[in-house]
């Protein structure tokens, strides 16, 4: 069994791309007064739109983590974060997580791709990760198409 790996997930938005990716990228802090599921988001160093520290919500435990915006491209409705410490750092050496925002009609397809490098053979592809992710970005739409 493979130590790296891919996973990957859309989901069907109806807010505008453009209003969804600028959320991402420039309030993503906000997140925790609109999903359940993040509990606390804060500076670790940097500004908000640098080295994040984020505390998660996976398979029903609160597990903290950092996060850093490793690439953003406003062209093409598309950023790279990088994972890392905490509970990821104890699971994965290295964990990548890729939004690309596209419009679809009425409204717009997100679409995440996790990928990953295994500390060991007995840590699960993160798919909790990736459903947490994909019920984040559900809530984040159903707030900006209230908005």
């Known amino acids: 069994m493979a130590l790296s790996g891919k996973l ?10 453009a209003k969804f990716f600028n959320f991402c990228v420039t309030q993503l802090h906000h997140v925790q007064n609109i999903s359940d599921l993040v509990h606390e988001t804060k ?6 739109h640098g080295v994040g520290s984020d505390s998660v919500n996976t398979e029903g435990k609160v597990e903290t983590c950092k996060e850093s915006f490793e690439e953003i491209d406003h062209e093409n409705k598309s950023c ?3 994972l890392f410490d905490g509970a990821i750092g104890e699971k994965y050496k290295s ?11 009425s409204g717009a397809l997100a679409k995440w791709t996790y990928e990953y490098d295994k ?3 007995e840590v699960p592809p993160p798919q909790a990760y990736l459903d947490f ?7 984040l739409d159903a707030h900006l198409t209230k908005a």
Do not use: I, R, Y
């Open 43 to 48: 500076v670790h160093q940097g500004d908000w």
């Open 119 to 121: 500390l060991s053979q």
């Open 133 to 139: 992710v994909t019920k984040v970005t559900k809530d």
């Open 80 to 82: 790279t974060f990088n």
């Open 8 to 17: 990957e997930a859309e989901v069907e938005l109806q807010s505008p791309a």
């Open 95 to 105: 964990l990548k997580a890729k939004l690309q925002v596209a419009d679809k009609g």
